[in-house]
């Protein structure tokens, strides 16, 4: 299934979302592996890189002050103060790709895709939401990176997350052991847009 538009077409800007701890990086990651043919924007953020990360893996690195210039000089597409830390989407990356004929995967936290859908109102806005809140509650407790109230802090928000959704497109359900569901039917809102688009 490719994510190239025939010639002539608008490329799609699709904005994937949800709560913390829902599994959009491991859905981005399995798109990537698979050989999906989008442009997968990369955040930049201020948050200190976690083990096993590296530069522009999952995200740019940026010291406060430079993302600071960044927003001052207009360079994200959006931005937003996250549980500390700044995180938006280069605005370069994305204006780039979208002119090179090629369709564009964000990621961003809820806030930011409201942010993406004013700006950009025929962007396609996806929620990925897990099956339970039990269920994001198990993953993100099990990550084991953060105190106990940063955690209770990330609960509150992800259930305030959790009622957003109406807000989006399209919703999919990321379960346990079903990450290729997620990234098929993602794949699959994205063809039938652009499948709906070309008809009208």
Known sequence: ??????????PLLV????????GKDAVLERMRRLGSPYHFAVTATTRPMREGEREGEPYH????????RMIANGELLEWAEVYGNLYGVPRVQVERALSEGRDVLVKVDVQGAKTIRG??????????A????????RRLTSRGTEAEEAMK????EAEAEMEAAEL????????RGRLN??????????????NRRAST
Request: glycine share 4%.
């Open 61 to 68: 690195f940026v010291p406060r002050p430079e993302f600071e």
């Open 168 to 175: 989006f497109d399209h919703v999919v359900v990321n379960s």
């Open 130 to 137: 897990p099956p339970s809140m039990d269920e994001l509650t």
């Open 119 to 128: 700006l950009v109102p025929d962007a396609l806005l996806v929620f990925l």
């Open 15 to 22: 904005v994937l979302s949800g709560p913390s701890g829902v």
């Open 1 to 10: 299934m490719s994510a190239t538009p025939p010639t002539g077409e608008r």
């Open 153 to 156: 802090r990330r609960l509150r």
């Open 181 to 194: 569901d997620a990234v098929r039917q993602i794949e699959a809102l994205t063809a039938d847009e652009r």
